[in-house]
């Protein structure tokens, strides 16, 4: 592509300045369509001063060669821990410390220290502590991008090894959770109970913005806003002779200061999901988490502590979605 520039010479610009100072107005500016090759010897001369009036330049379009980003970039390997079994991650170094959370079998943590008989562990951006008895070392991986959104697994599905696509990692359950943090054109690479790998589109569901999971092995609950988790606590779910149903149900309605002749029990806040069973306060429970629901759960419900249930209250809605997993 050439570059067109228009060129005059002294004599010339002399008479057009003349002409713009006699009639004071605006000189529109010179341009030309065509410029020859080779310019003629009376277009200019080369030993005098040129005066630049405008360049009218078209730049050949290239195409922009960019670099395309790895879908693994973002994955470092770290020291972590591995569970072999139901775990409770503790603030502190005692059984005796209040419990953060608990994991199940197979939860992968980053390691951030090792004391006597106690790993340091990152959960989400808490730290805790996990009893050796329960854990051991491995090298696993984390991600230096934020979770993007999550999934449900709709069938059982396997977790694809990130670097050799050929090695399952485990069987991923009906109606376990993963965290996304990209995609190819037929997988997502998650998280899942942390560890990372890729796992088919085709088995899996969104939950988008905000939801609630509980979880009956841990038995804790969390709500996440704008997929972001906002609340964590520990519940109490059905027994094992009345369970809480497994499965993605929505909240179908909210309500106030609920009494229930029958069980003789009022609650400030209801907010049922599949048939009879919902999540609502539990003013007379004292303890929540561990197996109290194995032998002194609900009928079904969800009994959530009196501190939490108003939080969870504000922030969803009706049809809000509430994935409930073992």
């Known amino acids: 592509m050439k570059k067109f520039i228009t060129y005059v010479t002294p004599i010339a610009m002399s008479a057009l300045m003349s002409t713009t100072l006699a009639c004071n107005k605006k000189v529109e500016t010179i341009k030309e369509e065509y410029v020859p090759d080779t310019f003629k010897s009376d277009t200019f001369d080369i030993d005098e001063e040129v005066d630049f009036i405008e360049t009218n330049y078209i730049p050949e379009e290239k195409e922009e060669e960019k670099e395309e980003k790895n879908i693994l970039d973002s994955i470092s390997s770290v020291e972590c ?3 072999n079994g139901r775990v409770n991650i503790r603030k502190d170094m005692s059984t005796d410390s209040e419990r ?24 989400l951006d808490k730290v805790g502590y996990v009893t050796k008895k329960y854990a051991n070392r491995v090298v696993g991986y984390k991600s230096s991008d934020t979770m993007s959104s999550m999934i449900y697994v709709t069938e059982s599905a396997p977790l694809i090894n990130m670097y050799d696509p050929s090695e399952v990692l485990f069987d991923i359950p009906k109606n376990e959770i993963c965290e996304v943090y990209g995609e190819i054109d037929n997988a997502y690479l998650v998280n899942c109970k942390g560890n990372f790998g890729f796992i088919s589109k085709s088995n899996v569901s969104s939950l988008d913005n905000t939801y609630v999971i509980i979880d ?15 609340l964590e606590t520990f519940v109490v ?7 809480t149903y497994c499965g993605f149900f929505r909240i179908r309605e909210k309500s106030e200061h609920v009494h229930w002749p029958e069980f003789n029990v009022t609650v400030d806040y209801w907010m049922p999901f599949n048939r009879g069973e919902g999540m609502h306060d539990a003013s007379w429970r ?11 759960g609900s009928h079904g419900c969800v009994n959530i502590p009196v501190i939490y249930i108003k939080t969870i209250y504000d922030n969803v809605e009706v049809g809000t979605p509430v994935l409930v997993k073992k």
């Open 237 to 243: 779910t059905g027994k094992d002779s009345t369970p």
């Open 286 to 296: 004292k303890m929540f988490g561990s197996d109290l629901y194995k032998k002194d």
């Open 216 to 230: 009956i092995s841990t038995q804790t609950l969390r709500l996440y806003v704008d997929n972001e988790l906002v």
């Open 81 to 83: 821990i591995c569970t």
């Open 100 to 123: 953060i959370t608990q994991v199940d079998k197979g939860y992968t943590l980053e390691l951030l220290g090792e004391y006597d008989d106690w790993y340091q562990v990152k959960y």
